[in-house]
Every structure is written in C-alpha cells, then in structure tokens.
C-alpha cells in the first residue's frame, strides 16, 4: 500500500516569506508526528496529532511554526516569516496508535532552504 | 527528561566485520527504545525496538540490539557488515506517558562500511 507522502519534496524560499509543508498520511493511521531534521540540532520532535485530541506542541521553537490536521487525516505544516535557521528538511510520521507500542512511519520528508 | 546519547558520530568497519553502534540512554520511567535506518535523501525505516518484553531484540537485515536496564544501554549490532548497510542509524527513546509515541532522537551515526 502507498506509504506517508510529503509534498513539495524540496522547497526554496526567501526570508520573511510564509511556506506551507504537507504530509499525507497512511491511511487508518491516527496518529500523525512532524520532526525537524537539521545539521545543527539533529533530529527533532515539533507536534503530535492524535485523533480529535488536541495536538501535543511542546516542540514547536516558536510561535511562526502552526500545524493543522484536516479531517483526521493530511496535515500542513507552516512556517511564517521564514529565517535562514528554519533551513532544514521536515519529515513526518504516521502510525496506527499514539502509544510508542505502534511503529511510525516515516515520509521521505521536505527539504526548506531559506535564502 | 529524556535523553540519547549515541557514542561516535562514523564508525567505519570493513565488510564482512562486525558492526557495533553504541546508545546509552536517559529516562525516568521504563523507556521505549528504537533503532532508526536512514538512507540518503530518504525517510527513516525502523530496525528494530524494545517495549519491555525480551531484552535481546532481533531486528530486520540482520541487525539485533540488547537492552541493558543497569548500564541503560541498548546498543545495536550486526556480526557480519555488508556494503548495503552503509548508512545513517539513529536511536531513540519513548516514554509512553500521556498517550505519545513521540521520540528523542540521538544524533545520529554515520556507518560507512570499507570493500
């Protein structure tokens, strides 16, 4: 079956503009994770979706990055007044459950350089 | 807090030799732990993880990791390398608590695998 899909695959972008990532997710999945892969901070969580709960956003670093959750299912990722350390490659996951028991599932992820 | 530590950012091995990723881990709670495989310009596949039940995990391609409670350890081997397995390995803890698999990633080792 399709596995989690992001779009666009590579994104370039001029500070202080606004960009919007996507992760379609597997579908069935509940849960839906965004991370931030990047040279200097590594691999990091930004915000948990799961069900019609409300979102877990203990890791987004500041108040320019928002992410939403349509119908249960796709998700955007956005990013106001872009700086040149949002540069990073954004990856998002997808499991069947919340809890750790259930694997994730991993897109092949965006990759935002901010000029 | 939870933490990873993986020990060594490249570890180069020859083919055929064994390969020994070290993580060491920080958790106040009975953690959930996780092998990650990223190939270039790809998602992270999961190797393998260990949820409480046998210590010694067996993974796919090979790889198996053991969970050491008294040394929290949970370093991931394979006894014989291959070409294919050069990559960029990650591990990660999950704590479970408040209905959240999401994960602390490590930073990250380069295996890189010698002819």
């Known amino acids: 079956g399709a596995g989690v899909s992001q779009s666009p695959s590579n994104k370039v972008t001029e500070k202080g503009k606004d960009v919007e990532l996507r992760c379609d997710p597997i579908?069935?999945?509940?849960?839906l994770y965004w991370y931030r892969q990047s040279l200097g901070q590594g691999l990091e969580f930004l915000i948990y979706?799961?069900?019609?709960?409300?979102?877990?956003k203990s890791g987004l670093p500041s108040d320019r990055f928002s992410a939403e959750r349509t119908g249960g299912s796709v998700s955007t990722l956005t990013i106001q007044r872009t700086q040149q350390e949002d540069s990073a490659v954004y990856l998002c996951?997808?499991?069947?459950?919340?809890?750790?028991?259930?694997?994730?599932?991993f897109g092949p992820g965006t990759r935002l350089t901010v000029t | 807090a939870q933490s990873v530590t993986q020990l060594g950012s490249h570890v180069s091995v020859s083919e055929g030799a064994l390969v020994l990723l070290r993580c060491n881990y920080s958790?106040?709670?009975?953690?959930?732990l996780f092998w990650y495989v990223q190939y270039p310009n790809q998602g992270l596949q999961l190797l393998l993880k260990?949820?409480?039940?046998?210590?010694l995990v067996k993974g796919i391609n090979g790889f198996e990791a053991e969970f050491k409670k008294s040394e929290t350890s949970f370093h991931l081997t394979k006894p014989s390398a291959h070409m294919s397995d050069a990559a960029e390995y990650f591990c990660?803890?999950?704590?479970?608590?408040?209905?959240?698999?999401?994960?602390?990633f490590g930073q990250g080792t380069t295996l890189q695998v010698k002819p």
């Open positions: 996951a997808s499991s069947l459950g919340g809890q750790p028991v259930y694997e994730q599932y």
């Open positions: 579908s069935g999945h509940t849960a």
């Open positions: 958790s106040s709670v009975p953690p959930y």
């Open positions: 990660a803890v999950s704590s479970g608590s408040g209905n959240t698999g999401k994960l602390i």
């Open positions: 979706f799961q069900g019609n709960s409300a979102p877990d």
């Open positions: 260990y949820t409480s039940a046998a210590t």
